[in-house]
């Protein structure tokens, strides 16, 4: 499953936080389950950066935050030049939320 704009749209229509985070996790799903999760994590947060409203950092930052050594894996490569994005900011408020809800963490440096 590629993440696409239409697919985000189409999961994240709903109002209700319970239909919201079920929308949430499927999309969380498609990333784990897509060939390769860094070049999916990036797709999706580029897509996310073109909307408006709560899914431009917000959503984005909960989506990502339940990825664990991923996310934070994904942080190293992110362009460092780009630090003042918001991008950026999802990123590493992703990393932030994901360590403070004791998420397991593997560093490999």
Same mark, same amino acid.
């Given at each position: 499953?590629? /993440?696409?704009?239409?697919? /985000?749209?189409?999961?994240?229509?709903?109002?209700?936080?319970?239909?919201?985070? +079920?929308?949430?996790?499927? /999309?969380?799903?498609?990333?784990?389950?897509?060939?390769?999760?860094?070049?999916?994590?990036?797709?999706?947060?580029?897509?996310?950066?073109?909307?408006?409203?709560?899914?431009?950092?917000?959503?984005?930052?909960?989506?990502?935050?339940?990825?664990?050594?991923? $996310?934070?894996?994904?942080?190293?490569?992110?362009?460092?030049?780009? +630090?003042?994005?918001?991008?950026?900011? $999802?990123? $590493?408020?992703?990393?932030?939320?994901?360590? +403070?809800?004791?998420?397991?963490?593997?560093?490999?440096?």
């Amino acid at each position: 499953m590629v /993440i696409t704009k239409d697919y /985000i749209k189409k999961y994240h229509q709903p109002t209700f936080a319970h239909e919201k985070h +079920r929308c949430r996790q499927m /999309i969380v799903r498609a990333i784990k389950n897509s060939p390769n999760p860094q070049e999916a994590i990036g797709n999706f947060l580029a897509i996310c950066l073109t909307f408006g409203g709560s899914f431009r950092l917000d959503d984005p930052i909960d989506v990502l935050s339940q990825f664990g050594s991923e $996310i934070e894996k994904f942080a190293r490569t992110y362009p460092h030049h780009d +630090r003042q994005s918001d991008g950026w900011y $999802i990123v $590493i408020k992703a990393v932030g939320n994901m360590r +403070r809800l004791n998420r397991k963490v593997c560093y490999a440096r």
